[in-house]
């Protein structure tokens, strides 16, 4: 059974950084996709930043130059540098991976808090 533990998490102040860590249970390159995800109080999850296995990365539009997603395959370790935080990245950032093998399986982690304040 695959297992996503996010870290990271926490209060900061508007402009400030801060680094998500998910870690896996297996080799992150096991995995053809790998991404954070967030969900604000009373709004749908949505996509922050993903990277597949040959490390393409893609990300939101309201994150792009402030966030950056990348991989330690020696530590099955995918982060999420957040930098210039506001209030609106108030979240739950969520790690998710895709395996495509004989058929499509998805993971989430439990995620972890981002409280941005103004």
């Known amino acids: 059974q695959v297992q996503l533990v996010e870290s990271g998490g926490g209060l900061v102040q508007a402009g400030g950084s801060l680094r998500l860590s998910c870690v896996a249970s297996?080799?992150?390159?096991?995995?053809?996709?790998m991404g954070w995800y967030r969900q604000a109080p009373g709004k749908q999850r949505e996509l922050v930043a993903t990277?597949?296995?040959?490390?393409?990365?893609n990300y939101a539009d309201s994150v792009k130059g402030r966030f950056t997603i990348s991989g330690d395959n020696a530590k099955n370790t995918v982060y999420l540098q957040m930098n210039s935080l506001k209030p609106e990245d108030t979240a739950v950032y969520y790690c998710?991976?895709?395996?495509?093998?004989?058929?499509?399986?998805?993971?989430w982690g439990k995620g972890t808090l981002v409280t941005v304040s103004s």
């Open positions: 998710y991976a895709l395996r495509s093998t004989t058929r499509v399986t998805d993971y």
């Open positions: 297996g080799s992150i390159f096991s995995f053809n996709y």
């Open positions: 990277m597949t296995s040959v490390g393409i990365t």
